[in-house]
């Protein structure tokens, strides 16, 4: 079962056990009741003032215009929107996240030329994106457009809300856009041998597949 929606049961495998996307009107404000020991959010699209604890009060926005992430850590405290100060779109993570390696917005696009670097991948495909597996679990929460995403081989048309659960060492692609899509990965600690980043058989060597984690 890779693909969950927020508010579903995640596989038992899985690290990230809860998400949501809150949508909020300028002049919104928002407080998210705690639902983890470690906690992520991401702006993914909009701005707005955020309380964050450790930090104070931040303006935040969309990736490319300044801060867009911010990690909690520990028993208390709570992220809250003060006010949106545009239309904002923000995705919560929750789980055990405390040893994570890497998360933020990615956009798969429409092919326009540039060469794959990724596997082969048999089935149809028309996207710039690389068929990657990775040494930690990923997870993609998509929160705008539509579009198809490969995990482990298996075809699955994802929009707003679906999050696809991706087991370390298995193949996972990106590979056709029907309407713009915006999403958020996350990435867990690496294990086994521990290699960072999009990893391509034909460059890192063979994938380590958890067989448990599908």
Same mark, same amino acid.
């Given at each position: 079962?890779?693909?969950?929606?927020?508010?579903?049961?995640?596989?038992?495998?899985?690290?990230?056990?809860?998400?949501?996307?809150?949508?909020?009107?300028?002049?919104?404000?928002?407080?998210?009741e705690r639902a983890g020991r470690y906690e992520r959010l991401v702006v993914g699209a909009g701005a707005c003032?955020?309380?964050?604890?450790?930090?104070?009060?931040?303006?935040?926005? /969309?990736? #490319?215009? $300044? &801060?867009?992430?911010?990690?909690?850590? %520990?028993?208390?405290?709570?992220?809250?929107?003060?006010?949106?100060?545009?239309?904002?779109?923000?995705?919560?993570?929750?789980?055990?996240?405390?040893?994570?390696?890497?998360?933020?917005?990615?956009?798969?696009?429409?092919?326009?030329?540039?060469?794959?670097?990724?596997?082969?991948?048999?089935?149809?495909?028309?996207?710039?994106?690389?068929n990657h597996f990775h040494d930690c679990d990923e997870y993609w929460i998509v929160y705008e457009g539509r579009?198809?995403?490969?995990?482990?081989?298996?075809?699955? /048309?994802? #929009?707003? $809300? &679906?999050?696809?659960?991706?087991?370390? %060492?298995h193949h996972h692609d990106f590979t056709e856009v029907h309407e713009p899509v915006r999403a958020v990965f996350?990435?867990?600690?690496?294990?086994?041998?521990?290699?960072?980043?999009?990893?391509?058989?034909?460059?890192?060597?063979?994938?380590?597949?958890?067989?448990?984690?599908?």
């Open positions: 079962m890779p693909v969950f929606r927020s508010g579903e049961t995640a596989p038992a495998w899985c690290g990230l056990k809860f998400f949501e996307i809150v949508r909020l009107p300028a002049g919104g404000s928002h407080t998210f003032r955020l309380e964050v604890p450790g930090l104070g009060t931040v303006d935040a926005a /969309e990736k #490319g215009r $300044g &801060d867009f992430k911010f990690a909690l850590d %520990g028993e208390t405290g709570t992220f809250a929107v003060r006010e949106a100060l545009e239309p904002v779109t923000l995705i919560r993570m929750c789980g055990e996240l405390a040893d994570q390696a890497g998360y933020g917005v990615f956009v798969p696009r429409p092919a326009d030329g540039t060469a794959d670097r990724g596997d082969p991948q048999p089935n149809p495909k028309s996207t710039v994106f690389d579009g198809v995403a490969y995990s482990e081989g298996k075809r699955y /048309e994802v #929009g707003p $809300g &679906d999050c696809v659960a991706t087991g370390m %060492g996350f990435e867990t600690a690496p294990e086994g041998q521990r290699r960072k980043g999009h990893l391509w058989e034909h460059t890192h060597g063979r994938a380590e597949p958890r067989p448990n984690r599908v």
